[in-house]
């Protein structure tokens, strides 16, 4: 059953098939399930992992998106913030400058 799963997600997720051969491995799968995957594995097995691979990094990539245009400009006050800390661990600046110049970045 899983792997019935798994070949519909592969036949409709597959950008090089076209809508008549998607529809005809849906079929043939339906019609005769277990020779119907047993052939899709032998014929297109292969690129299934490939595939996986994409799909994945582009969920990945499409969630990198988001949380970058949520955090919109003040991504940039993360990396200040970052450099502003480092300045304070090394000694280079005091508590009071350190906390003047974070009130500045984060308004």
Do not use: C
Not at 78 to 98: N, R, T, Y
């Amino acid at each position: 059953m899983v792997l019935l799963f798994r070949v519909f997600t592969d036949v409709f997720r597959d950008d090089d098939l076209s809508g008549w051969v998607k529809a005809g491995w849906a079929l043939f799968v339906i019609v005769l399930p277990f020779l119907g995957v047993f052939i899709y594995f032998l014929a297109r097995g292969d690129g299934m992992g490939k595939r996986q691979i994409q799909h994945a990094r582009h969920q990945l990539d499409k969630v990198d998106a988001y949380v970058r245009q949520a955090v919109g400009e003040g991504g940039g006050s993360v990396d200040e913030l970052a450099k502003l800390s480092e300045l304070k661990a090394q000694g280079d600046i005091s508590a009071e400058a350190f906390q003047r110049a974070k009130e500045k970045i984060l308004r």
